[in-house]
């Protein structure tokens, strides 16, 4: 890695790099040493992300530079599961580094260190006890300051509902909410006060009511895609309560065990042979009415989506969450939401029935307006349903509604009206900021749990509830980056680097114009800012 001191990248010298060996390295890269000296080849067979590429890269510069390879051939294998499958066909089709990947790992590192080792000495000298600025982590920080000020200016605006409780010919009992008055049909602040809602309340007491029309459509909800680091990392908080870094240890363990595949990637779909698998179980287990005709497949909605890479699955779809046994309980529980996800993702949609019934009152001067849903044929969700954020509305919630047909007669039984805030937009949670950051483009699948880990270490922001809360000096940092450092905390602009480094594994881009052009404005802003 980059040693954390000043001239560890120079800009005057074409961005030369120096590297030190990280001390818990030192005994792999001797191992690796004294088996190089003894063997005829070298396999360098790590991670298949663009970081796994450039271990690789440091892996074959250390035996070159002690002169230990020669003539030894050396081969780049690539496996996205630990299985003997995997490995073995990743062995019959080497490759030489991809150097392109290399090169957007090195104009990553440059341009993080760049603007951490510059900014920072900034902050320490504005502010004290301000520990660090980072590409990434300070537009974290800016999103989730950015909210805070949202509530705090938040003013709370006042309006009225009115509910109804019916009954219906069969005896049985619904709910219906006041949708029009006096032909006209209400919007969320027609009622803003006491008094109107008095008036709407006598209008709805007036009774008499019969069913104008009814209307029932069905409607479908497709199964979500397996995952990927960013939604197993949402899922994972909201249904498990782990934290980002949680996650990623447990999955890097499940990863190692050869339980699941390549954990750090954004492509939502599998391996034809995963299909077949997830298709067989779902055949057994469930049933033919819970297949689709043929394998689902996904396309990605993200920024700088790399779908090259496999979603995260089971690499053995036979081994049931039941089955595997694990003393380590955050093992088991990740393996089994995994395992659901990925098996559901190929399993036919939910079906409802969305039913509206409009009951207008004797004088027509109210109408009431009931609505339900009825789950039909529960498909995916059988097996799974995706963890939601406390803010997000109830999909699954059923209203159940009695058969009711057009001139039906319905009987008040009581009506009430009810007073209500606005609410002000809700904090962050580590898995909404994380859902946040991957529709905006910004960081890596491999970065955001270190991101949100460096922002509770550095004091910028505590968690409580699950809620992301920034201390006084998060708010400090960010009113100060974006006063004299706005570029570099802007959510397009940190996007735009994002897509450039893409560029860059693509071969369309030289890493070192890349920064030449990011060093020159990056610097005639700091020499402002020094002004």
Do not use: C
Request: glycine share 4%.
């Amino acid at each position: 890695d980059l040693p954390a001191k000043d001239g560890s990248v120079l800009p005057d010298d074409d961005f030369s790099m120096s590297w030190t060996v990280d001390a818990r390295a030192k005994p792999r890269l001797t191992d690796i040493t004294k088996a190089a000296k003894a063997a005829d080849r070298l396999i360098l067979a790590t991670d298949p992300a663009r970081e796994g590429e450039a271990i690789s890269w440091h892996v074959l510069q250390v035996l070159s530079d002690k002169k230990l390879l020669k003539d030894k051939p050396v081969e780049r294998v690539v496996f996205n599961a630990i299985t003997k499958a995997a490995v073995t066909s990743a062995m019959e089709n080497p490759r030489q580094i991809d150097q392109e990947l290399v090169d957007a790992y090195l104009a990553r590192r440059a341009l993080d260190y760049l603007v951490g080792f510059n900014l920072s000495p900034v902050l320490w000298r504005k502010l004290p006890g301000s520990r660090s600025a980072g590409r990434v982590q300070s537009v974290a920080l800016r999103i989730v300051v950015d909210r805070e000020l949202e509530i705090e200016k938040f003013k709370p605006e006042e309006y009225w509902t009115i509910g109804a409780k019916l009954r219906a010919p069969d005896g049985s009992d619904f709910e219906a909410r006041l949708h029009t008055l006096n032909g006209k049909t209400l919007k969320k602040f027609d009622l803003p006060e006491a008094a109107a809602a008095q008036t709407a309340l006598e209008a709805v007491n007036v009774g008499g009511y019969t069913v104008a029309s009814v209307e029932a459509k069905p409607v479908k909800r497709n199964p979500p895609p397996p995952f990927i680091t960013s939604t197993l990392q949402q899922d994972a908080s909201r249904k498990l309560g782990f934290a980002a870094k949680r996650t990623m240890q447990a999955a890097q363990k499940l990863y190692e065990e050869g339980r699941i595949t390549y954990m750090r990637t954004d492509g939502v779909n599998m391996a034809e042979e995963a299909y077949h698998a997830a298709r067989e179980h779902i055949r057994g287990d469930y049933g033919a009415q819970y297949l689709p005709e043929k394998p689902r497949r996904y396309s990605s909605k993200l920024k700088n989506a790399q779908e090259a890479h496999e979603a995260i699955r089971p690499t053995n779809f036979s081994l049931r969450p039941d089955d595997y046994k694990q003393s380590d309980g955050d093992l088991w529980k990740l393996y089994a939401l995994i395992w659901r996800r990925a098996v559901a993702s190929q399993m036919e949609p939910a079906q409802f029935e969305r039913t509206t019934i409009d009951l207008p009152n004797k004088t027509g001067t109210a109408a009431l307006r009931a609505t339900g849903q009825v789950l039909i044929f529960d498909g995916f969700i059988k097996l799974y349903t995706e963890g939601r954020d406390e803010t997000d509305k109830n999909e699954d919630a059923e209203a159940r509604l009695p058969k009711l047909a057009q001139g039906d007669h319905a009987d008040l039984l009581e009506a009430k009206s009810e007073q209500h805030f606005t609410n002000p937009p809700p904090r962050y949670t580590e898995a909404s900021l994380v859902k946040k950051l991957e529709e905006l483009g910004i960081g890596r699948p491999s970065t955001y749990a270190s991101t949100l880990s460096t922002l509770v270490d550095r004091d910028y922001v505590r968690i409580d509830k699950k809620q992301l809360i920034p201390e006084d000096k998060g708010i400090l940092v960010t009113s100060f980056l974006e006063n004299f450092f706005k570029r570099y905390v802007e959510y397009d602009y940190t996007a735009n680097l994002e897509e450039k480094l893409d560029v860059i594994s693509d071969g369309k881009l030289d890493w070192k114009a890349f920064l030449r052009d990011f060093w020159q404005q990056f610097t005639a802003n700091i020499d402002e800012t020094k002004d």
